[in-house]
Every structure is written in C-alpha cells, then in structure tokens.
C-alpha cells in the first residue's frame, strides 16, 4: 500500500483550501499561523508539487491543489458523518430507558415488585418516573403504564397488562365498623366514613354504579350499600390529593376508600387492609404505551420483557 500523507497535514490543508486564508485556518484549528503554513509546506513536498499559489498574503488553490482538496474534503466529511453517526448510535444503547407509571401504581405495585424484573432483564438501565393521565411520548419518555381512560393517540403501540379491579377497603380492625353482614355478605353501612381523592373524584360513584347493577336483582341488598350518589361533602376532611394517601388513611383506620386491587395486593397479603366486598371490574385497563416509531435500539426487546413480566405477576 502506497504511504498515505500525514493526516494532520491534510486536516491543515483542508481547512486552508476551505477558508482559502491560513490564519482562517489556524484560528478554526486552535493552531498558530506558522503552524497551517509549515503542514502545507510539508504536504508539497511530500506530494513534489505545489498546492497553492501564494500573492499578496493571499492563497489561491492550484489544479492539484484543487483536486486534492475536493477528495480530502469529501473523505473528512464521509468521516465525520460515519462517526456522528456511530456516537449517536451508542449513546441510544447506553442512554436509559424512562418508564413513566401513575404514581400510586408506581409506589405501591410496581418499585416492591422491580427487582424482579431487573433480574430478568439487568440491561438497559430503566428509569422511573411518576405521571398520571394523557402523556406525550418523547425523548423524555420512552414508556408509559396508564389506565385507558383517555383517548390514545394512533402513533401510540397499546399493549394491555391487566384490567382494572376495584373495591372497598379498610383496616381489619375497622371492618364491623364501617361493615355489616347480611345474607351472609359484608356490606357498606350507609354512615361508614368514605375517603375520596381528588386524582378520581368518582371512584365510589362508580363502584356504587356497578354494585347496584349487579344486586339490580336484589334491591333490598342495595340499599344497605347507601341510597343517592356517593361524593365527597364540602370541605370534607377525608378527601385527599392522590389515592396513595386515601389508602393510607384506611390502613390508618380513619375510613373506607376505594382501592384498585393491584394498587392493595401488598397490603391484603400483609393484612394491612381487608376487602369485605370483594373487587370488581370498571371496564378499564392499564396498558404500555410507546412510540411506533421509537428509535432506542433496546425498546422492542425491553417493551416484550415488561408485558410478560406484568403479566405474568398479574
């Protein structure tokens, strides 16, 4: 293979043929100015022919000086787009992951139960986050676990992870409390204490809607669960903020909220909270949500990773 000229020296060059000025040259190079002119100095007699034609501290490109600078200009820019191309690619393989979760599914379904999944799958790094609700997928977030309550968007991959089970809880010692039995089922006494969030104003509404449509054949039962809608009283002291404080509360024995069964399941194995009623469906589902489009070369294998570990604790 013939030897290549010094690359330093065409890098030089370039910059100088470019610029048409040296001291253009060395201020874009960080160099001195007798460093450009030394580098194309030693370029031409390396080549035994002159590159530029120098009058009046001005530079002018000779025919092989511009045919040299045409293939060295082109070979640095192939270069450099072969190599930003390489860094990007690298920096998506180690850039991690960001899942956003709602929050009380964050805290008290899906962190307990994390180390699990990372030793099914140690890499790449995921990080979590809490958001709730409609949420813009971008380079910020690459994944979302979100209730489908809202309209997703059709560039948006939907995968479901489990459906949507709630009911009334409260502590085990408060259940004769807030309780009582008849027929032989717990039921919701009508004074019993309610706590209600501000994230799902309508959670014991809905619970109430679909009780009452599964004891539709048994009014009598219904009315002990509690007659009129269920909403909070003005300036109610048990209305929280989020659902995790609402749970908190029950497990505190200060009330009965609605819980989402995965959102209690530690605290029903624990015996932190008890579930008289048992859980029913709303209708709804948690699902995954990404990109179609999305870039990181780890999402596929990461989304499938996630959906059959969720699915199969589920």
Same mark, same amino acid.
């Given at each position: 293979?013939?030897?290549?000229?010094?690359?330093?020296?065409?890098?030089?060059?370039?910059?100088?043929?470019?610029?048409?000025?040296?001291? %253009?040259?060395?201020?874009?190079?960080?160099? &001195?100015?007798?460093?450009?002119?030394?580098?194309?100095? *030693?370029?031409?007699?390396?080549?035994? &022919?002159?590159?530029?034609?120098?009058?009046?501290?001005?530079?002018?490109?000779? !025919?092989?000086?511009?045919? *040299?600078?045409?293939?060295?200009?082109?070979?640095?820019?192939?270069?450099?787009?072969? &190599?930003?191309?390489?860094? #990007?690619?690298?920096?998506? +393989?180690?850039?991690?992951?960001?899942?956003?979760? $709602?929050?009380?599914?964050?805290?008290?379904?899906?962190?307990?139960?994390?180390? =699990?999944?990372?030793?099914?799958?140690?890499?790449?790094?995921? %990080?979590?986050?809490?958001? @709730?609700?409609?949420? $813009?997928?971008?380079? @910020?977030?690459?994944?979302?676990?979100?209730?489908?309550?809202?309209?997703?968007?059709?560039?948006?991959?939907?995968?479901?992870?489990?459906?949507? /089970?709630?009911?009334?809880?409260?502590?085990?010692?408060? /259940? =004769? =409390?807030?309780?009582?039995?008849?027929?032989?089922?717990?039921? *919701?006494?009508?004074?019993?204490?309610?706590?209600?969030?501000? &994230?799902?104003?309508?959670?014991?509404?809905?619970?109430?809607?679909?009780?009452?449509? #599964?004891?539709?054949?048994?009014?009598?039962?219904?009315?002990?669960?509690?007659?009129?809608?269920?909403? !909070?009283?003005?300036?109610? !002291?048990?209305?929280?903020?989020?659902?995790?404080?609402?749970?908190?509360?029950?497990?505190?024995?200060?009330?009965?909220?609605? @819980?989402?069964?995965?959102?209690?399941?530690?605290?029903? $194995?624990?015996?932190?909270?008890?579930?008289?009623?048992?859980?029913?469906?709303? @209708?709804?589902?948690?699902?995954?949500?990404?990109?179609?489009?999305?870039?990181?070369?780890?999402?596929?294998? +990461?989304?499938?990773?996630? *959906?059959?570990?969720?699915?199969?604790? =589920?």
């Amino acid at each position: 293979m013939s030897r290549l000229p010094s690359l330093s020296a065409l890098r030089c060059f370039e910059a100088a043929a470019r610029l048409q000025h040296f001291s %253009h040259a060395a201020q874009e190079l960080c160099l &001195t100015h007798g460093a450009i002119s030394r580098a194309v100095r *030693l370029l031409e007699e390396d080549l035994q &022919t002159p590159l530029f034609e120098r009058r009046n501290r001005q530079v002018f490109l000779t !025919p092989a000086g511009l045919q *040299l600078y045409k293939t060295v200009h082109s070979s640095f820019a192939q270069i450099l787009q072969t &190599t930003d191309a390489l860094r #990007q690619q690298s920096s998506q +393989t180690q850039r991690a992951l960001v899942l956003s979760c $709602e929050p009380t599914l964050l805290m008290r379904w899906l962190i307990p139960r994390w180390p =699990s999944f990372l030793a099914l799958c140690p890499s790449p790094t995921i %990080h979590l986050v809490a958001g @709730g609700g409609p949420i $813009e997928l971008n380079s @910020g977030i690459d994944l979302a676990i979100r209730r489908n309550d809202f309209p997703i968007p059709a560039h948006y991959r939907s995968q479901v992870l489990f459906a949507e /089970r709630f009911g009334p809880v409260c502590a085990p010692d408060k /259940r =004769s =409390s807030w309780f009582k039995q008849s027929a032989g089922q717990w039921q *919701l006494r009508p004074d019993a204490a309610l706590l209600h969030t501000r &994230t799902r104003p309508q959670a014991w509404s809905d619970w109430l809607q679909h009780t009452r449509k #599964q004891q539709s054949k048994r009014p009598k039962q219904a009315e002990a669960v509690g007659a009129g809608e269920i909403g !909070p009283p003005a300036a109610s !002291p048990l209305v929280f903020d989020h659902f995790y404080f609402s749970l908190q509360a029950a497990i505190a024995g200060l009330g009965v909220a609605i @819980g989402p069964w995965h959102m209690v399941k530690n605290d029903l $194995e624990q015996g932190l909270l008890t579930a008289p009623q048992g859980f029913r469906s709303d @209708g709804s589902e948690y699902v995954l949500l990404s990109r179609q489009d999305a870039q990181h070369p780890m999402m596929a294998a +990461t989304r499938q990773a996630l *959906l059959a570990w969720v699915q199969a604790d =589920s």
